[in-house]
């Protein structure tokens, strides 16, 4: 699959009037999705491009990102499974970069897989559940409140660096 051809999931609203982790995992579901759609159409050049020039961020440094830290928060810290560290040893809290020959394709079809991870670590958890991972107390709801910040907080961000880079702008 080429960068072109990254196709654009469907964005279900969450429901207005749903159970708490109905409408929790509706709201981060909606916002995964919205990242994908935000990258859909862009070259490699243009997603690795840094169209803000204060900044660092990339559109595919930011889908990297919220790829790590949805292993970080979800498969490790939350479900404590043996999954490999999301971040390298110069970067441990997991930064923007693109290692060289990454694709935008690739990545975006990294975060769709590791979204999917996610929801199979926590499919059986109740939202009062705490976390297992070593050395944490929250519970689940707390990492779907914090996921759903992060994801909107970085979606934002892509909303900006796509206009920014080809004038495209909505939902």
Known sequence: ????????????RPPEDGAERETLAGLLDFLRATVVSKVAGLTDEQALSRPVAASELTPAGLVRHLTGVERFW????????????PWTEEQPDGGFPIPPGETLAAIVAGYVAECERSRHAVRDAALDERARGEGNTFTLRYAFAHM???TARHCGHLDLLRESIDGQTGQ
């Open 148 to 150: 759903v910040e992060e």
């Open 1 to 12: 699959m080429t960068s072109e051809e990254i196709g654009t999931p469907p964005r279900v």
């Open 74 to 85: 979800f498969s490790i810290d939350f479900a404590g499974l043996d999954v490999p560290w």
